[in-house]
């Protein structure tokens, strides 16, 4: 199962969208109420995916750059790194148990492409 959290099968990529580093690791997950699950964050060069393990099944939800107002990173003594991604003052999502590695690899990528975007974006209004 953990190398179907890593991949994002069955979502139509847009032209030129390129997969990047993935997050695995607990998920809180705050949709009208919290959820924890085994999951993954999967970034690309244009958007963020959200992989939730549920009795076997791996469910994609899509997570937007202009949705994403914030990402902090905390670390805890006895849990390590957790990544929070927010909506405004809104907590969306919180991914734990990840390495250290693997956490800068997708911050950079995240930035990187998150900056891009904006950038697009404001070139076309």
């Known amino acids: 199962m953990y ?3 890593k991949h994002i099968e069955g979502v ?15 998920v809180e997950y705050f949709n009208g109420e919290k959820s924890t699950y085994h ?19 791996v469910c994609i939800e899509e997570i ?13 003594l006895m849990v390590g790194h957790i990544l929070h991604i927010w909506e405004n003052d809104k907590l969306l999502i919180s991914v734990k148990s990840i390495s250290e590695g693997k956490l800068d690899k997708f911050l950079e990528f ?8 904006a950038a697009e974006k404001k070139a076309l209004a």
């Open 3 to 5: 190398n179907k959290l």
């Open 12 to 26: 139509n990529l847009l032209p030129k969208e390129v997969v990047g580093p993935a997050l695995v690791g607990s």
């Open 39 to 57: 999951g993954s964050l999967v970034a690309t060069t244009h958007r963020l995916f959200l992989n939730l393990e549920d009795h076997d099944l």
């Open 64 to 76: 937007s750059f202009d949705q994403i107002t914030r990402v902090t990173v905390e670390e805890l």
């Open 110 to 117: 995240y930035y990187k492409y998150k900056a891009q975007h």
